[in-house]
């Protein structure tokens, strides 16, 4: 049985997906002279590794991160969506309902895509650095921990383009975050901000000097979540993510019937049992 | 057709409304000599104007202030309600039930005065400068961007007056805010809070040094928002609105149905056009 | 008619509870040779401590610390835990389903401890200084006001024993701060973090220089609280809760049922006479 | 003070409302040569006498019926429909988003003029006989107790015109009977049903020989429903819509907050004193 | 290990908790010469009866039924209640708001003892005989299957007494039964219906020609049941309660979590091969 | 432009699809020699028909239906499954959490499958002959129409297999039909029962003589669905299933942003004047 996780099933044109530490997995988005803007391909892309490390049993932990010095993502690639889907829908019809079915299932896709790093069992954490615009809100909002630098600067782009954010980021940002006022203030003007304004608000939850300084320490912060029980760390990120969508007995409920299972694992013993001798405990894959 | 607004639809006497910018409106709360305090026909007054204003094809962004130096709003007129429904209901009944079903008649009203605010398609900026208490939270939290001044004074008034706030505070703060504990501290004492701790907590998302600056920057930031596509601006607050209250699979449904629709739009070929062409686009009315 | 509480109801070995003031009453967890840590009959205790307080007319506020200077709890005694149900079910079963149904009742009944300060009708005011780990968070996230010193040590420390926290601490951290990427880094690194981190994100709303200071602003504060009508307190805390986990409309519509019953008290006329006349109002026991 | 209604408040064209028995409204819809089709003055009228009906106290049931032999209702006009905003929408826009805006606040102002019938205090009952196609569903479904005869012909007729239904059939329909299969069979095919598969079905609760039996039942049914405790009808219907929507648990709490205030009503001493003395009980007006 | 139930624990003046079959319990309320009318102490000892059923290893199926021949149940004693705290409550308090309180804290928590038959793993088959009204109306549905006699009489009575049914009905029968006319109808008329009635609207599911017959089967029903695994019929029970309340996609994902732990018995394996040998399984406790 | 669908896109071992009348498609399960029983890949093969069905412009409503004289489906092939997953999870790890994590997966999976008939845009028509047990009924109830035979027996099979139904029954049963009780007793007996009694608690909608019967039905059902504007059906079936898991005004607000974008189709116009001129209207592809 192998006990490395394997490169080869992670080639794609636009990522670069590497494991520089036990256990973890590291997913870059490799465009950097198009400012790392995405295409179709390219979130089609991102959703089959998502889906893949998801059950990954050598892979515990995630960091997403933008090849380059100048940006986590510029966003949708609007040249190519403006020869695309968007303002030509692939139906001829001149009938707006039939059009709007075409439209919708395009948008449910693109949705899903996103989501797929949202429904992956191991965290993600998405170092946001240089520019960060329209879908690296998105993206970074379907990850689980935001980590930026003094110089990123983040705009939710949508509205400068004609319309409403449709891939996450109006759906998620008034639960990420705790400034309802800023919220609509970033969402309907579209303007730039920076991670000092990101803490604030807590869009972010921390702020390192340069891009390296970021990666380097959500690498660290990666080692140390694929160093805990992964039953533990895979039931905790659903549990959260359960309970942000649903009232607090509701959260309750679903806890106690999903650690009914989970608890019986030996991982409780062996991490209480190195816990009290002070050694660092090891945990069978999952 | 006309092209501009028309404020004589717009008359009311403890309002002001006028159209300082293209597509700006701006709601001034007018009875500065007691404080801007509120009796029954004005709330009933500010619902048909933000009725009218939500339709209004001139409007894309509203500015909602209060008269004077002293006070957004010092919240209910006190001796006003003392001698009203409150404390001698309408109805003559000794019986408990009945009463009951007056009163909750009478909030359901009130609420939903307030409420059409937040029903307003168009975004609203309110503006909390010196005394702003009771209703003045209510009220701003039915807005959708909330900006003060360094000298502004708020206080969740009601407990004061022997009751717990019903017409909005109490619903929308928990999800404006992201402390709940300053949320049940200052909804339980009534204490009086300044800017700096409610930028800190997030319930305002900027604060300016006086009254004239912060109406200044809202004026501004109308002005932004009025320049985008109406069709993306009104989706953004709807979108936003909608997923607030909901699970995020939810909102991610009904915003692929939403846009649906609203991407075929021609604003969006507009918009991009524009973009690249670095010009300020012109939409259609909405 | 007795008009002061009755300490001999409250009597428990773990737990002092006093009344310092009028209408207050003070829960100190009492075991500081162990950290306040928690077994079994502990959370039992509290749990009718906390339901005893619920419907006690003699009170209007609830402060909770831990004794000693060291720690408000250090969460599960986990050498007890390691005796006990969670590492060695009471049943003696091998199959996997029968010790789930064994687990999950026991999961729900701790759960129910927990819950029910959250469920006490009368609001809690809890002190976390010094070590404040675990069971501290599920704790503290079930009162309504979090206070905390300059040297406390907080940690959401379950998945450093190998499971995800499920007595609360998933379900209510979602709804109780404004950074879900903070959340998410707690749960799932169990670090350490600080007052000035917990106050900046959200989880506390105020921070005091050593524990006496905390315990003093807190008894102040829970006296303020006391000495406004019970009517309006407990219903305050009832729909803050009650939104919290729904739709703002539906927070409105329960919110005017509510007080369709509660305006009726006379503490609403007994306040807004005292406030007219300048002067500190008495209100009926409830 | 005056102990009757006062029909001249609800004089409208299309629309009959008289006062057969003691606090008993009869409601008929009075366009019978053309089948009692609605245009849109007609549901603008219905709004208003069933917004009037909700707050009059002396109205405590209504029955709702269709004038003629023939018909219920035959629906929406077709033709004035066709000639009006379904398929020339106000905007002269040719921009599909600006359209869809146009649309959806049509749509949106329709359906609240149907679900004033549900949110009418008071409880309805819709009499259907003849023709009962489309609106009929739709309107019927917002009453609360749905009568109809041997020959009623029933259609949930929408799909026929090219639209799924969108005043209410389609949101209330499955949660109004017990079998989903027939629900999407009838609104997928527009078939024709009749009142014995209507019955079995659970659409309609009673079946009569012809209109006139159906209404005199209709009637006496309205007359005991009169007869009983105001604020116990009152409740009886919002409690069980209020359930219809929501979790069994949410129903009982807001049961108890409803009931909090209406018990302390001396209807309930009244009623139990009757019932013991075997006399018929007088209630106070609501 | 005892391998029997203890009646001894179940000893209670007014229900006889006896143990007809393996693994079956058998609750008849015994008040015989008052119609079986409920007052308070009762509803206190059932709620502890099916609490104690819910986690007794040797009770897989429980029935529920009504001591003589002439009534399930008449209800609430009235007489009993109008001379408590219904009509007087306890608190000596003029005040409605302080009458409210104590009113609310009682329907809560006598909603509370009718929901834990709902709460009570093990399923319960309620007989309702002869006489069944309004509290036979709240008390079955919490039960999961309910059975009744050609001469069965049923009413929702509580309008009759002047309130809205509060414990239960009002709350479980619109998700109960597949007519909501019909609901309306017999919540707001309080009239009697028989078994045929209750048959075809789905409140009951069989109807047999007496008592006798009904208990019998009811008997041969909870046998049948209690001859399954207990793994998979409480596991269907829960699901089937928590399906009710949410969305379809809600009630999968439960479900996945659920069965995770639960398909792990042995039970699977055994049912499976004494399927495959036609042979009867023994399961062990649960 | 090929007008016709593409027989070969729907080439699987176990089913064969057809395309019996204009629109219609018709999948019927073919593994008749084992009474259709259903092992691993033949759900997702059937997951991957739906799918393609859901898009495929040729096709506005389906049939399904199973092979062969003696049965729809029997279900799970127990003995299939007994050398599988269920029995025998893959990963090798005696840790019953790791198990679990395993088994959710798959569960998962397997209800997606079945959950796709349900995501398909078209109406699917169920046809329940002979023997259908277990998967027979969940998958039914992820159609939207279902039809059946005199001789049809029915059976929610899985509690003698020791579990509770995982992949949709307990989840869709409680919102298909309008007995609870007869929801219960079926799940929890597995006990056989036959189309009267299907028909009477709202399981199928119409029952047939015999399989050719309903299957001809079927097809007519079909056919007639099929003759309708394509954008009506899909929506109706849309905002049916999605007001079934809603209240209803949040149905009624989805549905108003639906058909904001599809009455803006020209189906609306055509079949409007088809239907004044007595003529069957042809719609554009959807």
Redesign the interface.
């Known amino acids: 049985m192998a006990h490395h996780p394997s490169p080869q099933d992670y080639r794609f044109d636009y990522f670069n997906v590497t494991f520089p530490a036990e256990y973890v997995a590291h997913v870059e988005i490799n465009r950097p002279d198009k400012l790392n803007a995405f295409f179709e391909q390219m979130w089609l892309n991102l959703s089959t590794i998502f889906r893949k490390l998801s ?1 990954d049993p050598h892979v515990r932990a995630i960091l997403l991160t933008g090849a380059g010095d100048r940006a986590f993502t510029a966003g949708l690639d ?2 190519a969506a ?1 020869q695309g889907t ?2 030509q829908p692939t139906t001829s ?1 001149p ?7 075409t ?3 395009h ?2 896709d693109f ?1 899903s895509c996103i ?1 797929s790093v ?1 429904k992956c069992e191991k ?1 993600v954490i998405a170092i946001l650095h240089g520019i960060s615009y329209g879908l690296a809100i998105d993206l970074s909002l379907a990850a ?4 930026s630098t003094t110089t990123t600067r983040f705009s939710v782009k ?9 891939i ?1 980021t ?16 970033v ?5 730039v901000f920076d991670s000092e304004e990101a803490l604030r ?6 702020v390192f000097n340069d891009k390296n300084a970021a990666v380097a320490a959500g690498l660290e ?1 990666a080692r ?2 694929a160093s ?2 992964p ?10 993510n359960y ?7 509701d ?22 049992l190195s ?2 001798q002070r050694r660092k ?1 090891t ?2 894959k ?1």
Request: with cysteine; hydrophobic share 45%; charged share 25%.
């Open positions: 059950f609007v040249k403006s968007l303002s019809s009938d707006p309902a039939r059009t709007a079915t439209l919708r299932r948008i449910l949705q989501t949202e965290p689980d921990i935001r980590l949508e509205v400068d383009i004609g319309l409403a954010a449709d996450g109006l759906s998620r940002l008034p639960h990420a975050v705790g400034n309802a006022s800023w919220v609509k203030d969402c309907l003007t579209a303007r608000v807590g869009f972010v939850s921390e912060k140390l979540i805990k029980s039953v533990a760390i895979v039931g905790t990120k659903e549990l959260l309970s942000r969508d649903r009232p607090v007995q959260g309750l409920s679903y806890t106690a019937v999903w650690n009914a299972a989970m608890v019986q694992t030996k991982d409780v013993k062996d991490a209480m816990g009290l405990p945990f069978e999952l």
